[in-house]
C-alpha cells in the first residue's frame, strides 16, 4: 500500500482560498486578545490539513493568501500613518498596506510549495513543516532590514508555551506552534495516516507539549539586582500637533514640568518627547535643557529623554539623552537608535518617490551601533531602545556578550500616535512583553498615547497607564542579573542557529523524500 495521507474530497480552490483569507485574519486576534493563543493553532492546523492535500502550486498559492491576510489585519494601522498623518490618498495608502504584506508573504508561500513538494505522509512532516515555518518567518525579520511584526510567537505570550521563551526566543516557540499543529492534523479524521506515530501518541503529544515545555524551563535564570523607583511619562500629544509651532510651547513646557516634578529615581520620557533638534531648541525653547541639566545633576535623580539630534553636515539620529549627576552639560549619556522604520527613518533604494507623494516629518537618519553600553544609575544597567527596535530580540541579545555588562533593565520609549487608536498599541505591548520573557528583564515603556506600562522579568504587566492620557506613571522596578539560555546563543549568533538548525532538518527530510529508494515505495 503506498504511503501518503487517506485522501478526501478536496475543497474547491475559490473555497479554500476564501478560508485562507479568513483563517489568516482571523488568527491576528490573539495578538491582542492573548487569552485567546489556542487560535493561531487551530488555524495553523487548517493550513497543514489543506497543504498536505495539495499540489505545490496551490499549497504556495494558499500558503501566500493566508500570510497576506494575516499581515494585512496585523498591521492595517499602517493605513493611518500614510493616509491621515502623511496625506497618501486612501486608495494609495490601502493598496501599500497590501502590497507589503503580499509581498511579505512570498517566504510563507515558498515554504507551503516546498512543504507539499517535500511530505510524505510519515511523522517527519511534523517537523518538515515547524521548520519551513520557522525559516519563513526569519526570512521576514532579516531580509531587508526585516519586518517580523505579529510573528506568530508573539500570539502565545499568555500561553504555557511562554514557558520556552528564555530557551528558544519568539521564534522557537513558533516552531514549536507550528509543529503542534502539523501533529494536530494527524489525529484528526482524514488527516493522513503517520508511519513512525499512532494517532494516540499523537494526540499524547499534543495535550502534554506545552506542559511538558512549563516543566522543563526553570522559573528563573536570573536574580534581583537591586530595586529603582522610575517614572514614565506618557505626554499624549496627537501627531498632528506634535511638530505644529502652535502646540509646541504647551506640549514642551508641560513635558518639562513633568520631568522635573517627579520623585527622585529614573525618570523616562518617550520617543522625540522633545521635537526639536539643538539649534532649534536654543531658538524656540530657550534655557529648557539647560533647566533640566541642572535639575538632573542632583543627587539620586536621573533622565532618559527622547529627542532627535544632529545637523546637515554630519546628518541626524533619533536619539535618548540620559541627563545624571554633576558635569551632566558635558557627560550626557547618548543612545542613537540603530533599527530604523524603512519609509519613516530611511527611504530604501529606488523608493523616493513614494515618500514624496506623504507629508511626513521625517527622512533619511543616521543609524547608531547595535550593541551600545547602557546608561547606568542607582546601581542598575538600563539599556534604552526606541520603538519598534525591541521587536528585534537577536539584536538586543548583542548587548549581553559580556555579563558583567549586560543590562538589568530595558527602557523602550516609543511614539505610536502615528497609528491612533488601533491595534498597534496592544500588539506593541506584547512584544516588550516576549522580549521581558525572553532575556527575563523587566521592560519601562514610556509612550506618546500608549502602552506606558512596567513589565516584570516574567513578563507580566505590573501597572500602566490608560491610553491617550496624559499623565506619570511611577513604580518600583527590580533590576535583574544573569543571563538565560536565549540570551546567551542569541549574543553570539543572532537567529542563525535556529536558521541553521531549520535547514539541517529541511535538507534531511528532503534528501530522504527524494531518494530514489523513497520514490521506488511511493510508486510500488
Known amino acids: 500500500m503506498a504511503d501518503g495521507p487517506v485522501r478526501v474530497r478536496p475543497l474547491s480552490l475559490a473555497l479554500d482560498a476564501t478560508l485562507a483569507v479568513v483563517l489568516g485574519a482571523l488568527q491576528t486576534l490573539a495578538y491582542t486578545h492573548t487569552h485567546w493563543w489556542p487560535l493561531p493553532l487551530a488555524t495553523l492546523a487548517w493550513l497543514v490539513w489543506r497543504l498536505d492535500l495539495a499540489t505545490p502550486r496551490r499549497a504556495a498559492l494558499l500558503a501566500w493568501l493566508y500570510g497576506t491576510a494575516w499581515l494585512v489585519a496585523g498591521t492595517w494601522w499602517l493605513y493611518i500613518s500614510m493616509h491621515r498623518f502623511g496625506g497618501l490618498p486612501a486608495p494609495l495608502a490601502a493598496a501599500a498596506v497590501l502590497a507589503l504584506a503580499a509581498a ?10 516546498l512543504y507539499a513538494r517535500l511530505r510524505r505522509g510519515t511523522a517527519r512532516d511534523v517537523a518538515l513543516f515547524a521548520a519551513l515555518w520557522l525559516l519563513a518567518e526569519a526570512a521576514r525579520a532579516l531580509i531587508f532590514t526585516g519586518f517580523p511584526w505579529v510573528a506568530v510567537g508573539y500570539s502565545q505570550v499568555d500561553s504555557p508555551l511562554a514557558a520556552l521563551a528564555p530557551w528558544v526566543g519568539v521564534y522557537g516557540i513558533g516552531a514549536l506552534l507550528a509543529a503542534l499543529a502539523a501533529a494536530v492534523v494527524r489525529v484528526l479524521p482524514g488527516g493522513g495516516r503517520v508511519r513512525a506515530w499512532s494517532p494516540p501518541v499523537v494526540l499524547l503529544f499534543v495535550l502534554l507539549a506545552p506542559a511538558t515545555a512549563l516543566w522543563l524551563a526553570p522559573r528563573d535564570f536570573t536574580r534581583s539586582s537591586g530595586s529603582l523607583s522610575v517614572s514614565l511619562l506618557q505626554t499624549d500629544v496627537p501627531q498632528d500637533q506634535k511638530f505644529a509651532a502652535e502646540h509646541l510651547d504647551q506640549n514642551l513646557n508641560w513635558t518639562s514640568a513633568a520631568l522635573q ?3 527622585p529615581g529614573l525618570v523616562v520620557a518617550p520617543e522625540t518627547a522633545v521635537p526639536l533638534l539643538p539649534s532649534q531648541l536654543a531658538e524656540l525653547a530657550p534655557g529648557l535643557w539647560e533647566g533640566l541639566r541642572a535639575h538632573f545633576a ?29 558635569g551632566v552639560g558635558s557627560t550626557a549619556y547618548r543612545y542613537d537608535k540603530h533599527h530604523l522604520v524603512p519609509f519613516g527613518e530611511f527611504i530604501p533604494t529606488g523608493f523616493r518617490w513614494f515618500t514624496q ?39 538586543l541579545a548583542r548587548r549581553f556578550r559580556n555579563p558583567a555588562t549586560a543590562p ?40 506618546n498615547t500608549g502602552a506606558t506600562a512596567t513589565i516584570d522579568h516574567h513578563g507580566v504587566v505590573v501597572a500602566r497607564l490608560p491610553a491617550f492620557e496624559r499623565g506619570v506613571l511611577t513604580t518600583a522596578v527590580d533590576g535583574r542579573s544573569g543571563i538565560t539560555p536565549f540570551a546567551w546563543w542569541a549574543a553570539r549568533g543572532g537567529l542563525w542557529p535556529l536558521v541553521g538548525l531549520a535547514l539541517a532538518v529541511v535538507a534531511v527530510v528532503g534528501a530522504a523524500a527524494l531518494s530514489p529508494r523513497a520514490g521506488a515505495a511511493r510508486s510500488g
Open 104 to 113: 511579505l508573504s512570498v517566504y510563507l508561500a515558498a515554504a507551503g510549495w
Open 261 to 263: 516634578a517627579a520623585p
Open 298 to 326: 542632583e543627587p539620586g535623580r536621573a533622565a532618559l529623554v527622547g529627542v532627535p539630534l544632529g545637523d546637515f553636515e554630519r546628518g541626524y539620529t533619533n536619539s535618548v539623552v540620559g541627563l545624571s549627576g554633576p
Open 357 to 395: 507623494m506623504m507629508n511626513i516629518p521625517l527622512g533619511d537618519f543616521n543609524r547608531g551601533v547595535v550593541d551600545p553600553p547602557s546608561f547606568n544609575f542607582g546601581g542598575q544597567r538600563i539599556a534604552p531602545n526606541i520603538c519598534y527596535e525591541d521587536l528585534y530580540g537577536e539584536e
Open 408 to 447: 538589568t533593565l530595558f527602557a523602550n520609549v516609543s511614539n505610536l500616535g502615528w497609528f491612533g487608536d488601533s491595534s498597534a498599541l496592544p500588539q506593541h505591548l506584547n512584544i516588550s512583553r516576549m522580549r521581558s520573557l525572553e532575556f527575563q528583564r523587566p521592560m519601562v515603556r514610556a509612550t
